[in-house]
C-alpha cells in the first residue's frame, strides 16, 4: 500500500515557466515533509522541508505549500530552468521522530530550454 | 560537508550467490538506512539502523540482512541473490541535531543479479 502519492509522474515545462508538484497521503501521524531532487547517477538530495503546523516554506525559486485538512502538499519551481531537470521526490516522516521516511514515487521533471 | 560512500558502485552477481554492499559514512550520523530503487516504486525502506549494533527491518525486508558493526558502517547483506534483487541501492544516514531532519545519501550501488 503505497502511504505517499505523488503525481505527475513526468512533467515536461518550459525554461522560464512554473513547475508544480503535488502529493497527498493517508497517515496522519505524517508531521515532516521534505522534498528531495535527484540527478541521473546521484543519489537524492534534500532540497527543501516543511513541518505540519507550517503551510508554506520558501526557498528562493522553490517553494512547498501544506494543506494539513486535506493531506496534501506541493512543490512550486518558478522560473524553471533546464538545471532544474531531475526527479523530484516528495517524503513523510512516519511517526514523531523517527527518521524513517516514507518516499513517493517520484515525478521526473524536464526543462526545455 | 556530509559524506557517505558506497562499494562497490556496480556488481554482477549470480542467482544463489551471496552479495554484501558497503557504506561508510563520515557525519557521524548515528541513523543509517538502506533504500532501493525502481522505476515506478520511488526509493523503499530495507532495512536501518539507530547506531553500532542494532538493526531494523524497514518496508521491504524480506531476502535481506543489515549489519552495523560501527558508527562509520552499514552493510546490507544479500545471502542467496535472486533476479528480483536486481536494482540500484542507496545508502544514507541522518540525524536530528537541529533544523530539518535530512538524510544524507551516498551515490548508489547498481546490482544486476544474473
Known amino acids: 500500500q503505497q502511504q505517499v502519492r505523488q503525481s505527475p509522474q513526468s512533467l515536461t515545462v518550459w525554461e522560464g515557466g512554473t513547475t508544480v508538484l503535488t502529493c497527498s497521503y493517508e497517515?496522519?501521524?505524517?508531521?515532516?515533509f521534505p522534498w528531495y531532487q535527484q540527478f541521473p547517477g546521484e543519489g537524492p538530495a534534500l532540497l527543501i522541508s516543511?513541518?505540519?503546523?507550517?503551510d508554506k516554506k520558501e526557498d528562493g525559486r522553490f517553494t512547498t505549500f501544506f494543506n494539513k485538512r486535506e493531506k496534501k502538499l506541493s512543490l512550486h519551481i518558478i522560473d524553471s530552468q533546464p538545471g532544474d531537470s531531475a526527479t523530484y521526490f516528495c517524503a513523510a516522516e512516519a511517526g514523531a521522530n523517527t527518521g524513517k521516511l516514507t518516499f513517493g514515487h517520484g515525478t521526473i521533471l524536464r526543462v526545455h530550454p | 560537508e556530509a559524506a557517505v560512500t558506497q562499494s562497490p558502485r556496480n556488481k554482477v552477481a549470480v542467482t544463489g550467490g551471496k552479495v554484501t554492499l558497503s557504506c561508510n559514512q563520515t557525519?557521524?550520523?548515528?541513523?543509517m538506512y538502506w533504500y532501493r530503487q525502481d522505476t515506478g516504486h520511488g526509493l523503499r525502506l530495507i532495512h536501518y539502523s539507530y547506531g553500532a549494533g542494532s538493526t531494523e527491518k524497514g518496508d521491504i525486508p524480506d531476502g535481506y540482512k543489515a549489519s552495523r558493526p560501527s558508527q562509520e558502517n552499514f552493510s546490507l547483506i544479500l545471502e542467496l541473490a535472486t533476479p528480483s534483487q536486481t536494482s540500484v541501492y542507496f545508502c544514507?544516514?541522518?540525524?536530528?541535531?537541529?533544523?530539518?531532519?535530512?538524510?544524507?545519501f551516498g551515490p548508489g550501488t547498481r546490482l544486476t543479479v544474473l
Open positions: 557525519n557521524n550520523h548515528n541513523n
Open positions: 497517515d496522519s501521524t505524517f508531521n515532516y
Open positions: 516543511i513541518l505540519s503546523v507550517s
Open positions: 544514507a544516514s541522518g540525524d536530528r541535531d537541529w533544523g530539518p531532519y535530512e538524510q544524507y
